[in-house]
């Protein structure tokens, strides 16, 4: 993949999860190509290891299960040892399950929440030492629209995405003196393997009718934000909500 230092991330350091595919590779191709360097993290390995080799020598794979506090600890303290400082973490790694409310494992409600919200917990209070001493940072937390409006079927999805929300808020307020910003960004569906795993060719065409751009996001539109956010042209934002979703929230129907 041939790609062009365009500049706007030039020396900045970022750590992104879930990177293997989808969003977070997006994320961190164009993080990338507009100058920084990348520390991929995921727990798929081969697909993180072949995506960093293809981005060149400032992209690095690390295996990563964001629901554990001791691979945070190792993973932050191995990137500011490895280049110095860390500038931007996109906490990206999430996974989804439906259901409806009396009818989920329990066991999909403790998975959901260990990668989804302890993750970001995790994740969030790992860099902020680091990011102090870089003098501050950015935090891109990934949510969803499930996160502004409920669906059905989506109780722990839901539930997990607006406490992502709510994180984001707190840790806004807590860190600016820091010069730390954390934004979350809510996607309204993307075309990634997630969301074609997770939905039946049905409930896509479904989704998509609901859209008012009558199509998913690609994941670099998403990627575009984050990119945005990491950049100095965000300075003045921190606990803020950016939705990219297609116009799906204007639809007042569930």
């Not at 001493?133 to 935090?139: N, P, V, W």
């Not at 606990?239 to 639809?251: E, P, Q, S, T, Y």
Request: no cysteine.
């Amino acid at each position: 993949m041939e790609l062009t230092d365009t500049g706007r991330l030039h020396g900045k350091v970022a750590i992104v999860t879930g990177a293997a595919r989808g969003m977070g590779a997006a994320e961190a191709a164009l993080f990338i190509a507009e100058g920084a360097t990348v520390v991929l993290t995921d727990v798929i390995d081969d697909e993180g290891v072949a995506l960093a080799e293809s981005l060149g020598a400032r992209a690095e794979f690390r295996h990563h299960d964001v629901g554990e506090e001791s691979e945070w600890r190792a993973l932050v303290t191995y990137v500011e040892d490895s280049y110095g400082r860390v500038d931007i973490l996109i906490n990206n790694a999430g996974i989804s399950r439906a259901g409806l409310i009396e009818d989920f494992p329990l066991e999909d409600f403790d998975l959901m929440v260990r990668v989804n919200q302890r993750g970001v917990l995790l994740g969030m209070r790992s860099v902020i030492a680091p990011m102090r001493r870089a003098g501050g940072g950015s935090i891109i937390n990934i949510a969803s629209a499930a996160a502004i409006r409920a669906e059905p079927e989506h109780v722990i999805y839901s539930g997990t995405k607006f406490a992502v929300r709510g994180m984001t808020q707190v840790a806004a307020a807590e860190l600016a003196a820091d010069g730390i910003r954390v934004n979350v960004i809510h996607p309204g569906g993307a075309d990634t393997p997630m969301q074609r795993n997770a939905n039946s060719p049905e409930r896509r065409a479904w989704l998509v009718e609901r859209i008012p751009l009558k199509r998913l996001a690609e994941p670099s539109e998403i990627a575009e934000m984050a990119l945005f956010l990491a950049s100095d042209s965000a300075l003045y934002i921190t606990g803020a909500d950016f939705v990219v979703d297609g116009g799906i929230l204007l639809n007042t129907g569930l």
